[in-house]
């Protein structure tokens, strides 16, 4: 009874939150919805079965969400609407902004043509050194080994040894079951993760087959001259700003970023995103420091009078949770 009455529980609250949530209530405070993307890819993309699902929306379903939000919000440049609350001036009661982050070579190809097509502003937060490199995020190679059936040397090295639930040896993997493998090592330092990953011959050598991650610079440039997308800093080199980086390290992640994009983009870059949402209280005094506001992989819609513009939450958007206008609709409520 209980397994036939989950999915309808599901369903009816679906419907409650898309019906009744805050995107379609007034609000009396100035409200800030920041909906985080990563990858823009369709499905007949080889890239599309080499990324996790919580990774994913296809062009069509993110062109549905650009034309949704013009119905429910006043859609704003996080940055315009850091600069009027930095001024004390007059804040939409219900903004909207969309956001990408890492800087991936399919944002440019299938994003960029959306936003152009609806008008709609952006901020992409680049890893400015990895930027026009063949640089792979270690999730990447991590599915990339798990997918080819190289579990055997996975589980042989001392680093992955240590997760407590190893992947089968046998039989087919699938992108579900990676993600979950990939979520349990994100205990470990990225350090140490790139490192054991070295270790791993195959490893390397999947890597270099997979397609490139991030744009090059000349697709960077070309989304900023849009005038559509502004580019903040998500760091150098994509490390988690937690405990594990010294002192050195984290002052060079959060400050040299923001100087190669300057040079680069002949723009400030004013915002910041932290990698995995992950900052302890010195990343976060520094950022303070350095840039105007900073977005965090805390779920949650911003007040404009109670939030830390370095602190600001946003809503985690994939296809799974998007792809009807039902969906994204019970998403952009924050409650489910
Ligand atoms: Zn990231």
């Known amino acids: 009874m209980a397994n036939k009455l989950k999915p309808l529980l599901k ?16 609000s009396t405070n100035p409200k800030l919805w920041v909906l985080m993307y990563h990858r823009i890819l369709p499905k007949e993309d080889e890239r599309f079965n080499l990324e996790e699902p919580g990774m994913i929306v296809t062009p069509d379903t993110f062109a549905m969400h650009m034309n949704d939000i013009k119905r429910h919000f006043d859609v704003i440049s996080l940055s315009d609407w850091v600069n009027l609350k930095q001024q004390e001036l007059p804040l939409p009661k219900k903004a909207c902004a969309v956001t990408f982050d890492d800087g991936w070579a399919d944002n440019y190809e299938y994003a960029l043509p959306v936003l152009k097509a609806t ?41 992955f040894a240590k997760v407590s639930s190893q992947p089968p040896v046998e039989g087919p993997i699938d992108r579900e079951y990676a993600a979950a493998y990939i979520h349990q090592l994100k205990s470990f330092s990225d350090d140490a993760i790139f490192s054991a990953l070295h270790d791993i011959r195959s490893a390397d050598l999947l890597a270099g ?29 994509h490390m988690r700003l937690s405990v594990d980086l010294n002192a050195q390290q984290m002052q060079y992640e959060i400050e040299n970023s923001k100087r190669i994009l300057d040079e680069r983009l002949g723009a400030p870059a004013d915002l910041f995103c932290f990698p995995n949402g992950d900052y302890n209280e010195a990343a976060l005094h520094l950022v303070t420091k350095t840039y105007k506001a900073a977005v965090t992989t805390q779920r949650g819609i911003n007040d404009a009078n109670k939030c830390d513009p370095h602190e600001l939450t ?17 998403r952009l409520s924050g409650w489910l």
């Open 209 to 237: 087959q997979l397609p490139n991650a991030l744009m090059t610079w000349e697709q960077l440039n070309a989304m900023h001259a849009s005038g559509l997308v502004v580019i903040g800093s998500h760091t150098c080199n």
């Open 314 to 330: 946003r809503i985690g958007i994939h296809e799974e949770v998007s792809n009807s206008p039902r969906l994204f609709g019970a």
């Open 11 to 26: 369903a009816a609250a679906t419907g409650l939150a898309d019906q009744f949530g805050p995107h379609k209530s007034r």
């Open 119 to 159: 008008n709609t502003p952006a901020t992409l937060f680049a890893v400015a050194e990895k930027i026009g490199t063949n640089f792979q995020f270690w999730p990447n190679s991590v599915l990339a080994l798990l997918l080819n059936g190289f579990t055997t040397e996975l589980n042989r090295h001392p680093l």
